[in-house]
Nanobody, 119 residues
Framework: QVQVVESGGDLVQPGGSLRLSCTAS????????MAWYRQAPGKQRELVAT???????TYADSVTGRFTISRDNAKNTVYLQMNSLQPEDTAVYYC?????????????WGQGTQVTVSS
């Protein structure tokens, strides 16, 4: 099994910054795509950013230019640097990881970390 744990969520003022971290652990043979999603109250979960094992990144239009996704393959860890945060960024942020475990593919979600942007 593969476990995914996020951290770094907090309360921050508009215009502020936060850095989220997510680490995958367990019976991991390879880690392919690592991604961040978010879900605001009353809304569907949405994709924020993705990064492949080779470092190819994609972003939602709403965060382009403000958020940066990166990863440390040696640590099976993905980061999300969030700058110029706005109240509409308030949500629970989830990490999703896929790849190969011992003999099987896995798709694993973390438990989420709360980001609140408010004055």
């Amino acid at each position: 099994q593969v476990q995914v744990v996020e951290s770094g969520g907090d309360l921050v003022q508009p215009g502020g910054s936060l850095r989220l971290s997510c680490t995958a652990s367990g019976s991991i043979f390879s880690v392919n795509i690592m991604a961040w999603y978010r879900q605001a109250p009353g809304k569907q979960r949405e994709l924020v950013a993705t990064i492949t094992a080779r470092g190819i990144v994609t972003y939602a239009d709403s965060v382009t230019g403000r958020f940066t996704i990166s990863r440390d393959n040696a640590k099976n860890t993905v980061y999300l640097q969030m700058n110029s945060l706005q109240p509409e960024d308030t949500a629970v942020y989830y990490c999703h990881v896929n790849g190969m475990s011992s003999g099987a593919a896995y798709n694993s979600w973390g438990q989420g970390t709360q980001v609140t942007v408010s004055s």
